[in-house]
RNA sequence: GUGGACGUAGCUCAAUUGGUAGAGCCCCGGCUUGUGAUGCCGGUGGUCGCGGGUUCGAAUCCCGUCGUCCACCCCA
């Protein structure tokens, strides 16, 4: 343990070299895919007001009320590390005017801030890939986010993840619903935790998705969002089943999804991996229709999701363990004797010139420099002593065979190539 | 915020009932001063997370603190 008092702050952690290759695919998937959509790439900013939040996210929820790193600035500004995407997106769309673009179809990779318990899949500062579109209304654009999310993973290989998909109805039909619920569950308070208890007046939706297997049990015929929805509504669910059936899409419903804000309506969506242990959710998102107009603009329908960048890379690492450390070094340069050392700094240059990753091992003892050079993981060794200089050529060995070959310059290239 | 486990060399871990620490790997050097990954020999490296306390004596017991992990909570 070295630097002792200096150390990374609590559930913040470092991206070392083995993280940042997992998440540069990651984020490398995800551009691919989401600019088969036509989604642009966003750079929002990490700082915004804290009122930003307050009137998004809502001054109730956990996020806002005690996990969010908020501080008074040296002018007397009240701002705040942003602890998720959609509203600082929401605030910049509003902020250019775009109102009356059309449909704006935007993606943003970045560090997100909630001041959580650390564990598994849950840190104090995590990366998102979020995706927003605004101005979108039908179900068929919700089909297409979904399906383009679960191309995006597709297209990392990750297998084990499942799609579940609601409804959460809209203000049309959900203050029925809720008596509904409200009547079902005063029926049995006493089966419930205290957790839910509480729930029951702050959001009752959420005890449809409490863990504790006592309160499950009780809920076995709880009535269900999505046997009251409105008609809007009902024609908007059945509108993105068929669209997912009819891009093949996977898809399970799940009633007990919710979400705990006002803004949120309709489509609610996670894709969830058993292999994160509690931290299960992979990617989640939602319609938010009314997030535009709470936040002073005109009503304008809206659909995103988030997915966590860590949790992403946690599942590529433990599928294919072999795929994470693919050799960066494909040459490395080994110079025998002083009198070369200038000249194979010139060569290694040429080479990296002509598109290839190279180290220079550094000249000296020539035991140790090819040592460097399996260490580095070098598929090739380019070797040069007085002799290859003065003959203008060097000496090609391939690591894995041990074969080894005298080249000139201009072929060196192609007998590279030929050696892949 | 609540509950639990843990914290010993760079890494993975060991140290019987409390007697001031060891191994493997890594790293460095040598056996071969134009050749690696295998072999042999040698070497560097620890205020046992940090701070108190109990004790003649603490890595080992107690308290606090910081951190990691796990679950609750919450969520990506």
């Given at each position: 343990?070295?630097?002792?008092?200096?150390?990374?702050?609590?559930?913040?952690?470092?991206?070392?070299?083995?993280?940042?290759?997992?998440?540069?695919?990651?984020?490398?998937?995800?551009?691919?895919?989401?600019?088969?959509?036509?989604?642009?790439?966003?750079?929002?900013?990490?700082?915004?007001?804290?009122?930003?939040?307050?009137?998004?996210?809502?001054?109730?929820?956990?996020?806002?009320?005690?996990?969010?790193?908020?501080?008074?600035?040296?002018?007397?500004?009240?701002?705040?590390?942003?602890?998720?995407?959609?509203?600082?997106?929401?605030?910049?769309?509003?902020?250019?005017?775009?109102?009356?673009?059309?449909?704006?179809?935007?993606?943003?990779?970045?560090?997100?801030?909630?001041?959580?318990?650390?564990?598994?899949?849950?840190?104090?500062?995590?990366?998102?890939?979020?995706?927003?579109?605004?101005?979108?209304?039908?179900?068929?654009?919700?089909?297409?986010?979904?399906?383009?999310?679960?191309?995006?993973?597709?297209?990392?290989?990750?297998?084990?993840?499942?799609?579940?998909?609601?409804?959460?109805?809209?203000?049309?039909?959900?203050?029925?619903?809720?008596?509904?619920?409200?009547?079902?569950?005063?029926?049995?308070?006493?089966?419930?935790?205290?957790?839910?208890?509480?729930?029951?007046?702050?959001?009752?939706?959420?005890?449809?998705?409490?863990?504790?297997?006592?309160?499950?049990?009780?809920?076995?015929?709880?009535?269900?969002?999505?046997?009251?929805?409105?008609?809007?509504?009902?024609?908007?669910?059945?509108?993105?089943?068929?669209?997912?059936?009819?891009?093949?899409?996977?898809?399970?419903?799940?009633?007990?999804?919710?979400?705990?804000?006002?803004?949120?309506?309709?489509?609610?969506?996670?894709?969830?991996?058993?292999?994160?242990?509690?931290?299960?959710?992979?990617?989640?998102?939602?319609?938010?229709?009314?997030?535009?107009?709470?936040?002073?603009?005109?009503?304008?329908?809206?659909?995103?999701?988030?997915?966590?960048?860590?949790?992403?890379?946690?599942?590529?690492?433990?599928?294919?363990?072999?795929?994470?450390?693919?050799?960066?070094?494909?040459?490395?340069?080994?110079?025998?004797?002083?009198?070369?050392?200038?000249?194979?700094?010139?060569?290694?240059?040429?080479?990296?010139?002509?598109?290839?990753?190279?180290?220079?091992?550094?000249?000296?003892?020539?035991?140790?420099?090819?040592?460097?050079?399996?260490?580095?993981?070098?598929?090739?060794?380019?070797?040069?002593?007085?002799?290859?200089?003065?003959?203008?050529?060097?000496?090609?060995?391939t690591m894995a065979t041990g074969k080894q070959q005298q080249v000139s310059n201009k072929d060196l290239n192609a007998a590279i190539n030929l050696e892949q």
């Amino acid at each position: 343990m070295a630097a002792k008092n200096l150390q990374s702050i609590r559930g913040i952690h470092d991206g070392l070299v083995t993280e940042v290759r997992l998440w540069q695919r990651v984020e490398a998937a995800a551009r691919k895919t989401f600019g088969r959509y036509a989604f642009s790439e966003v750079r929002l900013p990490i700082l915004e007001p804290s009122e930003l939040f307050v009137r998004s996210i809502g001054e109730a929820t956990d996020i806002v009320s005690k996990e969010m790193y908020a501080f008074t600035d040296q002018g007397g500004d009240h701002i705040c590390l942003r602890p998720e995407g959609t509203a600082g997106a929401t605030r910049a769309y509003l902020q250019a005017g775009l109102t009356r673009s059309g449909t704006q179809r935007w993606f943003y990779i970045g560090p997100m801030f909630r001041r959580e318990r650390p564990q598994k899949g849950r840190l104090r500062q995590f990366q998102q890939i979020g995706v927003e579109m605004f101005g979108a209304q039908g179900p068929l654009e919700d089909a297409e986010i979904l399906a383009m999310a679960h191309a995006f993973l597709s297209e990392l290989n990750i297998s084990g993840l499942q799609l579940e998909i609601n409804s959460l109805g809209c203000a049309a039909c959900r203050p029925a619903y809720h008596d509904a619920l409200m009547g079902y569950l005063h029926a049995r308070t006493d089966h419930l935790c205290a957790t839910c208890n509480d729930r029951m007046n702050t959001n009752p939706m959420r005890i449809l998705d409490c863990k504790n297997t006592q309160c499950q049990t009780q809920l076995d015929d709880v009535p269900e969002m999505v046997k009251h929805l409105c008609n809007d509504c009902e024609q908007h669910f059945s509108g993105l089943k068929s669209g997912l059936q009819a891009l093949d899409v996977p898809y399970q419903i799940n009633a007990r999804i919710v979400r705990g804000l006002d803004y949120y309506n309709r489509t609610a969506f996670e894709i969830v991996t058993d292999q994160l242990g509690a931290q299960g959710t992979v990617l989640a998102g939602g319609r938010y229709d009314g997030l535009v107009s709470q936040l002073g603009g005109p009503p304008t329908a809206a659909i995103g999701f988030a997915a966590g960048l860590e949790r992403l890379g946690m599942l590529l690492a433990e599928q294919d363990a072999s795929h994470a450390d693919t050799g960066l070094v494909e040459i490395a340069v080994v110079a025998i004797g002083e009198s070369v050392l200038q000249y194979s700094m010139q060569r290694a240059a040429q080479l990296r010139n002509d598109g290839f990753n190279v180290v220079h091992c550094g000249g000296g003892n020539a035991k140790r420099q090819f040592k460097t050079a399996d260490r580095e993981g070098a598929r090739f060794v380019v070797i040069i002593g007085e002799d290859e200089m003065r003959q203008g050529c060097v000496s090609l060995k391939t690591m894995a065979t041990g074969k080894q070959q005298q080249v000139s310059n201009k072929d060196l290239n192609a007998a590279i190539n030929l050696e892949q």
